[in-house]
Antibody
Framework: EVQLVQSGPEVKKPGESLKISCKGSGYDFTKHWIGWVRQTPGKGLEWMGI????????TYSPSFEGQVIISVDKSINTAYLQWRSLKASDSAMYYCVRRGVEVTPTMREFYNWFDPWGQGTLVTVSS | EIVLTQFPGTLSLSPGERATLSCRAS???????IVWYQQKPGQSPRVLIY???RRATGIPERFTGSGSGTDFTLTITNLEPEDFAVYYC??????????FGQGTRLEIK
């Protein structure tokens, strides 16, 4: 069974650093992109960025570029989302997701989706 | 950035009825890039439909996706009690970033 298991909830103060994790199992971790999605009541679901564990190629959403760091340790099948200095506005549920992909019938394009999703890591930033 | 607007915000129906959920893109998109997810309370989202109309593995036939250009629809026929949840559409394609709609809450009437 393909699974993504995330680290547990975190309570932090503004200005503190944080690194949360996402461990993949049940598939070749190096061959599937892993992304991060933020969910808040106010803004809903927001894609933050995506990394290819095979070579650590990373793309960030412009909204999150420079705000977070996405990394991976393929030796232990784990992806990370990191903050150097948290703000109260970083309080949210964070999900890691695996990119699903299928070639279209024309063989020229790809269908993409996120599946599975990790169970989520709740991050609370409060003084 | 592709902005996705979902409507209605909330849909109140009874089991056995048909639900029609809409997702409108701010500009024409390739239909292969439209994905639908379901999220139940306290759970992570799960994929239902990708490529606008292709059912993901294990998804019942009562879930159907359709649409092209800027207008996409998720139809759920013969609603089951477990279908009452929040549904999101997503644009997973170019241009970046990948974006989500704000969701439609399907509630029991």
């Amino acid at each position: 069974e393909v699974q993504l298991v995330q680290s547990g909830p975190e309570v932090k103060k503004p200005g503190e650093s944080l690194k949360i994790s996402c461990k993949g199992s049940g598939y070749d971790f190096t061959k599937h992109w892993i992304g991060w999605v933020r969910q808040t009541p106010g803004k809903g679901l927001e894609w933050m960025g995506i990394i290819y564990p095979g070579d650590s190629d990373t793309t960030y959403s412009p909204s999150f570029e420079g705000q977070v760091i996405i990394s991976v340790d393929k030796s232990i099948n784990t992806a990370y989302l990191q903050w150097r200095s948290l703000k109260a506005s970083d309080s949210a549920m964070y999900y890691c997701v695996r990119r699903g992909v299928e070639v279209t019938p024309t063989m020229r394009e790809f269908y993409n989706w996120f599946d599975p999703w990790g169970q989520g890591t709740l991050v609370t930033v409060s003084s | 950035e592709i902005v996705l607007t979902q409507f209605p915000g909330t849909l109140s129906l009874s089991p056995g009825e048909r639900a029609t959920l809409s997702c409108r893109a701010s500009q024409s998109v390739n239909s292969i890039s439209i994905v639908w997810y379901q999220q139940k309370p306290g759970q992570s989202p799960r994929v239902l439909i990708y490529g606008a109309s292709r059912r993901a593995t294990g998804i019942p036939e009562r879930f159907t996706g359709s649409g092209s250009g800027t207008d996409f629809t998720l139809t759920i026929t013969n609603l089951e009690p477990e279908d009452f949840a929040v549904y999101y559409c997503q644009h997973y394609g170019t241009p970046l970033p990948y974006t989500f709609g704000q969701g439609t809450r399907l509630e029991i009437k």
